[in-house]
């Protein structure tokens, strides 16, 4: 499956799935394509369907929440504003990354002062780093992003959450896979980070999920 794990620095929802597809294609995969994506990811992944279904076969979305299915404080987690908006005013680095693997990690984010994963995500930081301006943007983008139509016929979803996501309530997942009538499953113990905190589970998800859509009767898209 081809992963999208979140937004380009400066992308906008609606315009960033067009470089989705030569990227892939450059890579030496052709569509249609099977997409994995969490979070901000997913937002991309479900309006490059709506706009190009012939290039989507099936999506799996995780952790994720778009309008009008969920409210604001549960998109983004209310109790969260105080320390985003202190990170946004102090930056830094290591100070970055801690607080994005607490808010995102059920498993790792209790103690990061010292962890080896915490330095290299410091180090990815430091490697590709995000300005605050362009964090800014990608909160903007995913408080505006409008879920868009899904039609009779539409990629096949798969709709997974982590019931420990400090991030954003669980409940956006299970109300988008509700309304677009879509598989759903939640891990009892994982946080928004769904493949850091228990890849194996997710991989088994998928699996199982891909299994049972072979089995069953493909329907027109017409």
């Given amino acids: 499956m081809a992963p999208i794990s979140g937004c380009a620095a400066r992308c906008r929802c609606k315009a960033w799935w067009r470089r989705a597809a030569p990227t892939c294609a450059r890579a030496g995969r052709e569509g249609p394509y099977d997409l994995l994506a969490l979070s901000l990811g997913a937002m991309v992944a479900v309006q490059w369907q709506a706009s190009y279904p012939d290039e989507v076969a099936r999506c799996v979305l995780l952790n994720t929440s778009m309008r009008p299915f969920s409210r604001f404080y549960q998109r983004l987690r209310w109790q969260n504003y105080p320390a985003i908006v202190r990170q946004l005013v102090l930056g830094g680095a290591r100070r970055q990354e ?22 290299r995500w410091v180090d990815f930081h430091n490697e590709f780093p ?24 539409g990629a096949p979803l798969l709709v997974l959450a982590g019931a420990r996501d400090g991030l954003v309530d669980p409940l956006c997942s299970q109300r988008l896979a509700q309304a677009w009538g879509a598989d759903y499953r939640v891990h009892p113990e994982a946080g928004h980070d769904l493949p850091l905190d228990d890849g194996p589970w997710v991989a088994q998800q998928v699996a199982q999920w891909l299994a049972t859509a072979e089995k069953k009767p493909r329907t027109s898209r017409g």
């Fill in 130 to 153: 995000v300005s605050r301006l362009n964090a800014l943007r990608q909160l903007a983008a995913a408080a505006r992003f409008h879920a868009p139509q899904r039609g009779q016929g």
């Fill in 98 to 119: 801690q607080l994005a693997l607490r808010l995102t990690s059920a498993v790792h984010g209790r103690d990061t002062r010292d962890s080896e994963l915490l330095k």
